[in-house]
């Protein structure tokens, strides 16, 4: 393991010939391909978003604003409850309704009969 650190060392030069850094010709005209084509791309996206913006601006400018709504929304009654205006709880009525004084208190519902049972019992 030493011997890959150490400066000293040298590769035998009659085992394979120097290679240039930039590779072969035919390795350097791909990469020149490549790259041109990558800019070229690119600048293709660009003038296609530029495209899609501008068509997008002008359907805009020639959109008729009295065209954007065809019903005129009803004026809504604010509410002191949120829960009620969010449509979660009902709204009930601050005071309850009065029942009439004169007639006599109706008997619970019994499961057995479906209906309120007589007040009497019967």
């Known amino acids: 393991m030493a011997r890959f650190f150490d400066s000293k060392a040298r590769a035998p030069s009659h085992d394979l010939p120097p290679i240039p850094l930039g590779g072969t010709r035919q390795q350097a005209m791909n990469r020149l391909q490549v790259g041109i084509g990558g ?8 003038g296609l ?10 359907v805009e400018r020639n959109a008729v604003p009295e065209a954007a709504s065809t019903n ?3 004026p809504r009654t604010k509410s002191a409850d949120p829960l009620v205006e969010a449509g979660v709880v009902p709204d009930l009525p601050a005071t309850p309704t009065p ?10 519902v ?4 479906g209906t309120s049972a007589p007040a009497n019992g019967r």
Do not use: C, Y
């Open 99 to 108: 029942t009439p004084t004169g007639s006599a208190p109706t008997a619970p």
């Open 39 to 46: 800019v070229l791309g690119v600048l293709m996206l660009v």
């Open 49 to 58: 978003a530029s495209v899609i913006q501008n068509q997008a601006d002008e």
């Open 72 to 74: 005129i929304p009803e």
């Open 110 to 113: 019994m499961p057995e009969q």
